[in-house]
């Protein structure tokens, strides 16, 4: 059994190299492409205080509802059908493309934070054991983690 770089990703390509998110860092635009790189990813590009283009909307994270299409960054057809159109404007608005990169910065520092994630989490977790029909019960060698 050989567990080599035989793997591939949701394009039936092999995975990229391993890009840095400083090396990202060093882009005006960024794309998320939903299902194809790290699931994790989305929020970390607003770091970079450039324009995130976001394709698709399937799959979400919980923040997702938070943020807000041309207030927090710039969607994107799932076919890609207008991405030459958005990528004019954007360059012809710098101005309009920095704020709305400057607002999805913001958002990530402002409501992305240890506390909230947590909060989140907490949150969910007791709606989730508010719904159960039995009873929680320790198994023999188990520990409290709270």
Not at 123 to 143: H, P
């Amino acid at each position: 059994l050989c567990i080599c770089n035989h793997f591939q990703d949701t394009l039936g390509k092999e995975p990229a190299d391993f890009v840095t998110l400083d090396y990202h860092c060093r882009y005006k635009y960024l794309f998320n492409f939903r299902g194809v790189a790290a699931s994790f990813r989305f929020r970390h590009l607003f770091l970079c205080r450039s324009l995130v283009f976001h394709v698709g909307d399937e799959w979400k994270e919980f923040f997702y509802y938070q943020m807000k299409p041309w207030i927090h960054y710039i969607p994107v057809k799932e076919d890609l059908n207008d991405v030459e159109e958005l990528l004019e404007f954007v360059k012809e608005n710098d101005d309009v493309a920095k704020d709305i990169a400057e607002r999805g910065y913001q958002f990530i520092l402002n409501h992305l934070t240890m506390d909230n994630v947590t909060a989140y989490w907490e949150s969910l977790l007791k709606q989730f054991t508010d719904r159960l029909v039995y009873e929680v019960q320790k198994r023999e060698g188990m520990i409290e983690i709270l």
